[in-house]
């Protein structure tokens, strides 16, 4: 067993404050050590990681290879799940069963809500999900907390605002479960009424002790915040683009919305961006979503080396 409370990670509600202040540390070991000291550690020497990507990824495939071979580890990847035999009618369980012959650890991406929970029942190997569907996508949210504690220096008595697709966003789901385990922030829920986030997943957060305010007024809503954290509409949950149209440019980060912030306030967002935040954000002091794919790559080290080695603390 590792040092984390769980084996796979499926989802952010699996994940304590305990696991968090272990990978965060981690992380920070890795964030300063030299390439000499890893190359001499390599602690994932020996092991493979299976990446299955069923959907597209640029940061979340990358990130989770470089990290594993930055820790002396190999890769057997599937880039584009759709050519694998599950064109021929396997059953994910059945292929996580397969996979674990061949890998350590897999991390697998499909655009169907519950698909990696299946994967993993099948196999015999920790599974990390890089994404189901519009439902989760925890190691998202562990590098945004991460992101939060290295800029921000703290995990509590924080003001976040959330802006964008709070319906189908993946990451916003996991990383207010995250949030939620810590005392004293309190979180606005930006966006138009129809990518609100649903009831039932506000409904655990409220009795866990987040303070959730929800209203579609950016400019008013950002005035006192720590963090922004901005989100893209997800084009690809869309039963009708129509719909899609109408809703995909309602907000905008432009320098003169972030002009009268607090002198602290942080720009995150998981990327790829499309219009929500205009590039002339990206020289301001505020910016940092580009640092945090940065930070994404220790914090999936971290995890990856403590998932597949016990002895690490
Ligand atoms: C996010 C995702 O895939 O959910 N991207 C990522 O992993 N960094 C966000 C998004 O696609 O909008």
Redesign the pocket.
Known sequence: MSSLSFRHLLAAKQIGQVDIAALLKRADYYRLASNEQLLDEKPCAGKILASLFF??????RFSFESAMLKLGGQLVTLEQGAASSVKKGESLEDMGCVVSNYADIVAM?HPQIGSVDRFASGASVPVIN??DGANQ?P??ALLDIYTIFCEQSRLDNLKIGIVG?LKY???VHSLLSLLSLYPNNSIKLISHPSLALEQEKQQPLVQAGLDLKVTSDLTSAIEDLDVLYV??V?QERFANLDVYQQVKDLYQITPDLVANVRDNMIVM?????VNEIDPAVDKLPCAKYFKQ?AY?LYLRMALLSLMLNPYIA
């Open positions: 959907e597209p990824s640029t940061r979340t991406r890089a994404g996508h190691t998202q697709d966003g993946r990451t989100t893209r997800q967002h998981p990327l790829p961006r794919t994404g």
